[in-house]
Structures are given as C-alpha cells and as structure tokens.
C-alpha cells in the first residue's frame, strides 16, 4: 500500500500541546497527532475499516423469508441495459 501525504494545520495553542505531550511520553508530535485522529474517527468508520467480510458466511444467511424479488427503477432513460 503506498504512501500518502498529509499537510496539516492546526492552531499554535494546539501544537503546543502536542509538543509538551511528545516531550512526557517521548513520542513525536506526528504520532501524536495520528493516534488523536484514528482515536477520533466515528466507530462507523473504524467497525468497517477493522472488520473482514466472509461471502459464503454472507451468502448462507441469505433465505427465502429475506430474500426480496425485483425492483422497478421505472422507465429506461438513456441507454440502459433491459
């Protein structure tokens, strides 16, 4: 997986919290600044960054019960497939 890069602002009264943080915990100001944003992500985000998916384990819940039938997305517009 490659590599991006980030530029981030934040105010002087924020880094120089980080800063103090980075000196008590001998971290870098980066780390830091990483582990607050991953710590803060909505769960929504991390549940399904985290979680691995099984298709068959997916596929085997799937019955005649909750298995829905066709969906009319009403009349073709341009050059749709029928």
């Given amino acids: 997986m490659a590599n991006q890069?980030?530029?981030?602002e934040i105010p002087e009264?924020?880094?120089e919290k980080l800063l103090h943080l980075?000196?008590?915990t001998d971290q870098s100001v980066e780390d830091?600044?990483?582990q607050s944003?991953?710590?803060n992500l909505p769960p929504i985000v991390r549940k399904y960054s985290e979680k691995k998916y099984d298709l068959d384990k997916l596929l085997s819940r799937v019955t005649t019960d909750n298995l829905h039938g066709e969906i009319d997305s009403?009349?073709?517009v341009?050059?749709?497939i029928f």
């Fill in 74 to 76: 009403g009349e073709l």
């Fill in 22 to 24: 980075a000196e008590l």
């Fill in 5 to 8: 890069k980030l530029t981030l």
């Fill in 37 to 39: 944003i991953i710590n």
């Fill in 13 to 15: 009264s924020l880094f």
């Fill in 32 to 34: 830091l600044a990483l």
């Fill in 78 to 80: 341009d050059r749709e």
